[in-house]
């Protein structure tokens, strides 16, 4: 009875290692190629299985690429996290700015801004339940800026959504334009943000 259960166990676990190198593989492709261009026929090829077992882990190629999507917003979510920590006790801004340069670190590793433009293309039903994690790694950062702004350290009169919308869709995008060989670092490009936010570019 032991070993039967035990046999389960193993199958179980067999079944998880296999979804998370599906999923694996299917980010790597979806970089590289785009998702318009990944089948299941591809990614089963790329994971070295049979095409047909894909199915018995997803039910169609957009719950893989669900699976993806929320792996990367998962990620983001870990890594932004981990970077307030290092620095509580500081001021909203300053725990802003590791917010935003642990956002941009990420996207630039991970290739997200590629996967936000395959939210649009999947079903209604798998965008909506996308979306709702979204908006949960979006409130880290409009919390921050609520925060900055009941201690008085913004000026009144700005709609802080869209300024969130804006400071994150700019970070989020930097992977179609940046040179990991050219002379600004990560960091660089977060402090030259947050001096747009705070300071302004007009005399």
């Known amino acids: 009875m032991r070993a039967s259960g035990q046999t389960a166990k193993s199958r179980i676990t067999k079944a998880e290692r296999t979804r ?5 593989v ?4 979806f970089q590289e190629h785009g998702s318009d261009e990944v089948t299941v026929r591809r990614i089963a090829a790329a994971a070295k299985i ?9 039910a169609s190629r957009d719950e893989i690429m669900r699976a993806v999507l929320e792996g990367g917003v998962g990620g983001a979510k ?4 981990k970077a307030i920590a290092e620095v509580a ?14 956002h941009l670190k990420y996207t630039l590793h991970h290739h997200f801004s590629s996967r936000l433009k395959a939210i649009r ?5 798998l965008r909506d339940h996308h979306m709702k994690q979204e908006r949960e790694y979006a409130a880290i950062f409009a919390d921050l800026l609520a925060e900055a702004q009941a201690k008085g350290l913004l000026r009144p009169g700005f709609d ?17 334009w940046y040179d990991p060989a050219g002379t600004m670092a990560p960091a660089d490009i ?11 570019i007009v005399k």
């Open 89 to 102: 006790g500081a001021s909203p801004l300053d725990r802003l700015r590791a917010a935003l340069g642990a």
């Open 160 to 176: 802080l959504s869209v300024v969130r919308m804006l400071a994150m869709g700019a970070l989020t995008w930097a992977a179609e």
């Open 26 to 29: 299917a980010t790597r492709l």
């Open 20 to 24: 998370a190198r599906l999923i694996e």
């Open 121 to 125: 293309r999947l079903p209604k039903r």
């Open 190 to 200: 977060t402090d030259e943000l947050m001096k747009l936010l705070t300071e302004g």
């Open 78 to 81: 870990t890594e932004v996290l």
């Open 50 to 58: 049979e095409a047909g077992s894909i199915y018995y882990h997803f």
